[in-house]
Antibody, heavy 114, light 108 residues
Framework: EVQLVESGGGLVQPGGSLRLSCAASGFTFSSHRMTWVRQAPGKGLEWVANINQDGSEKNYLDSVKGRFIVSRDNAENSLYLQMNSLRVEDTAIYYC???????WGQGALVTVSA | EIVLTQSPGTLSLSPGERATLSCRASQSVDSNYIAWQQQKPGQAPRLLIYGASRRANGIPDRFSGSGSGTDFTLTISRLEPEDFAVYYCHHYAGSPQTFGQGTKVEIK
């Protein structure tokens, strides 16, 4: 069975950094694109970034470009999101998803607050 | 950027009734890249429909998707108690990908 487990969320001050991880199992990780989607409290879904199978192609939401970096380690079956210069408006649950959303993790809460 | 507008915002229906949810794109899109996701409170989204009309694995046939160009529809033929949730349409071609703002299907 496909499993995606996010970790690394928490409380951080504005301007701080956080690294999210997503451990994948139950499928051939290296054969699939991976995606990060976030959901602010009480709001809808917002696509953040994605990465192709070998990590050579990455795409980002405009508001996170230059601050967030998506990466992957196919040997470790893991997806990452390095978040720098965090803003209050980045507060959300961050989900990793297989391909463009055919399977989702349970999410990691990131709270940016002074 | 493709903007997806869903209507209505909230749909109040009884179990057994038919639900029709609309998603309109700001410009014509390839229907191969339209999906519908279901989200229940406190849970991650779940893929229902991809390619506008293809049901994902394990999704009951009471869920169906249709549409092309700028107008897409998710239909739930007979609502079951577990179907009361928020539904999002999703355009997943190119960058940025976009989601509609969601339609909440609530018990009347």
């Amino acid at each position: 069975e496909v499993q995606l487990v996010e970790s690394g969320g928490g409380l951080v001050q504005p301007g701080g950094s956080l690294r999210l991880s997503c451990a994948a199992s139950g499928f051939t990780f290296s054969s699939h694109r991976m995606t990060w989607v976030r959901q602010a409290p009480g709001k809808g879904l917002e696509w953040v970034a994605n990465i192709n199978q070998d990590g050579s192609e990455k795409n980002y939401l405009d508001s996170v470009k230059g601050r967030f970096i998506v990466s992957r380690d196919n040997a470790e079956n893991s997806l990452y999101l390095q978040m720098n210069s965090l803003r209050v408006e980045d507060t959300a649950i961050y989900y990793c998803a297989k391909n463009e959303g055919d399977w989702w993790g349970q999410g990691a809460l990131v709270t940016v607050s002074a | 950027e493709i903007v997806l507008t869903q209507s209505p915002g909230t749909l109040s229906l009884s179990p057994g009734e038919r639900a029709t949810l609309s998603c309109r794109a700001s410009q014509s899109v390839d229907s191969n890249y339209i999906a519908w996701q279901q989200q229940k409170p406190g849970q991650a989204p779940r893929l229902l429909i991809y390619g506008a009309s293809r049901r994902a694995n394990g999704i009951p046939d009471r869920f169906s998707g249709s549409g092309s160009g700028t107008d897409f529809t998710l239909t739930i033929s007979r609502l079951e108690p577990e179907d009361f949730a928020v539904y999002y349409c999703h355009h997943y071609a190119g960058s940025p990908q976009t989601f509609g703002q969601g339609t909440k299907v609530e018990i009347k």
